[in-house]
């Protein structure tokens, strides 16, 4: 089973909250880790911008990325979301079969 872990940007705390409960509570994560605050420095519609937001960690199943991806559309207040994965190479074996169990229904 090919695991891994989503990254996502949010505009505070709370949303990475919300976020972050729901997609664990349908199990499309295993888990959810908050970055509270973040300072991102970016390129948006022609401008460099300087923000304070929070991150969002997320381990999960490869097979449920793209419904992660399309869930956090829906709940995000970004017009257009960070949300990248990558796969998780190696790790406690343990830890990797509780993710594959929790992300099962």
Do not use: F
Request: net charge negative; aromatic share 6%; hydrophobic share 35%.
């Amino acid at each position: 089973m090919e695991l891994r872990t989503i990254y996502i940007t949010t505009k505070n705390e709370e949303e990475s909250l919300r976020i972050g409960e729901a997609l664990v509570t349908e199990r499309l994560a295993a888990c959810a880790n908050i970055l509270p605050k973040i300072k991102s420095i970016y390129r948006w519609q022609g401008r460099i911008e300087k923000d304070e937001e929070s991150g969002l960690l997320l381990k999960t199943r490869a097979d449920t990325v793209e419904r992660l991806i399309a869930r956090v559309k829906e709940m995000h207040g970004y017009t257009v979301p960070c949300v990248v994965s990558w796969k998780i190479e190696e790790g406690n074996p343990d830890y990797l079969d509780w993710i594959e169990k929790e992300t099962s229904k």
